[in-house]
């Protein structure tokens, strides 16, 4: 594959990714006008917590099928589907039962429970199967569909959190169908033991190291409520909103280097992605302060931790491009002990950071944590 193929293949996913989170940005923004705050409250638990299912649904087999799917074909895309709808619905099923919070107080949020946990394995699961196939652009068009969500909410208002709920599911559903429909050769419920077998282990490690960097992410807006409290809350989760968008095409780059394995691209990528930081860091130093109110004024406050946020890219794509290396060479071990590094260090430091320079700490906890990552890379990898 050569620079401009693996170039293409990354803008869709960044691009898919972007239109994704933009949507995500707008709909609670749309939403905290719609619905009281004790509504909202129920509803982002519910879909944060969804999305903490949708990683552990995955079992690794998503790097499995990128890397592997010129083998085993129709059946790592039918074994990943099928495998991320059980188990969505499994983890779904346990979090109704543990019901954390009274969450489940009224049915219509059970059974929107289980709607996002369908739609969403599913919506995953697509746009997985659209990477080794060169297909990413029907990512690009599912994530725009995905926005409608934003068109569903005062449809439902009446319904409260339920209603959130419903055009979050609604909004995958519609998605889900075009991917089932242009991907409708490769989707079968069926389990390939071999690629099971063959998928653990390149990428349990992986997923290990996914599900302790995922968890940080999940617990920290529940750590800054209860440290700094609400108006802080709101203003670090726009801020790393942001941070999130400009993580988005180093993540999506390394995705890719993973189909393909060649190590001039990978040297090649360390280049675009140290050029990218270089920009991704004059852009926030020059225009945060913009972008930031457009929120309002009150949001200027996220400022310091996004700049170190930016700061902090350079690591964050190092880390990112050796990991896609180290699962090319099937480098188990470095990779969990890589992700264990920055996920434990994240979630340590941001804390004793936190209680002494605010959310700012967070951005320097990232940072420091990819940092410190970063130093158990391979460099045989560039």
């Known amino acids: 594959m050569g620079l401009r193929a693996l170039l293409r293949s990354t803008t869709d996913l960044t691009l898919g990714t972007i ?17 009281p705050p004790d509504e909202i409250g129920t509803a982002s638990a ?80 697509l746009g997985f199967i659209s990477i080794p196939l060169c297909r990413t652009e029907v990512y690009v068009k599912m994530s725009t569909l995905y926005g409608l969500r934003v068109v569903f909410l005062p449809i439902f208002r009446g319904l409260k959190a339920s209603g959130m709920i419903l055009a979050t599911s609604l909004g995958l559903a519609i998605a889900s169908a075009l991917g089932l429909t242009e991907f409708r050769e490769q989707v079968s419920f069926t389990i390939d033991v071999e690629f099971i077998k063959e998928s653990l282990a390149l990428s349990l490690s992986n997923y290990l190291g996914s599900i302790v960097n995922v968890l940080p992410l999940y617990l920290m807006p529940t750590i800054v409520l209860v440290e700094l409290g609400k108006a802080r809350t709101g203003y670090y989760y726009i801020g790393f909103t942001i941070g999130n968008l400009m993580m988005t095409p180093i993540v999506a780059l390394s995705t890719i280097l993973i189909r393909d ?73 470095r990779i969990l002990a890589i992700n264990l590094v920055r996920g434990l260090s994240f979630l340590i430091l941001g804390y004793f950071l936190l209680t002494r320079q605010g959310i700012t700490g967070i951005g320097v906890a990232w940072a420091l944590a990819h940092l410190l990552a970063a130093l158990l890379l391979d460099p045989k990898t560039f």
């Open 19 to 35: 239109i994704m989170a933009l949507s995500g940005l707008l709909f609670w923004l749309f939403a905290a006008r719609l619905y």
């Open 46 to 125: 519910l879909v944060s917590f969804m999305n903490l299912v949708f990683a552990l649904s995955t079992l690794g087999l998503n790097i499995g099928l990128v890397r592997f799917h010129r083998i085993y074909g129709k059946g790592a895309a039918g074994t990943t589907v099928t495998a991320m709808v059980l188990l969505s619905t499994g983890f779904t099923t346990a979090y109704v039962l543990m019901n954390p919070g009274k969450v489940f107080e009224r049915p219509g949020l059970i059974v929107g429970a289980y709607l996002l946990g369908l739609f969403g394995a599913l919506y995953n699961a």
């Open 261 to 333: 394995g060649e190590k001039a691209l990978f040297r090649k990528s360390l280049a675009l992605v140290l050029s990218y930081w270089v920009l991704a860091v004059v852009g926030i130093f020059w225009l945060g302060k913009p972008i930031l109110e457009i929120f309002g004024g009150d949001y200027l406050a996220a400022l310091p931790m996004l700049k170190m946020i930016a700061l902090g890219l350079g690591p964050f794509g190092l880390v990112y491009i050796g990991i896609s290396g180290l699962t090319v060479k099937g480098a188990a071990g």
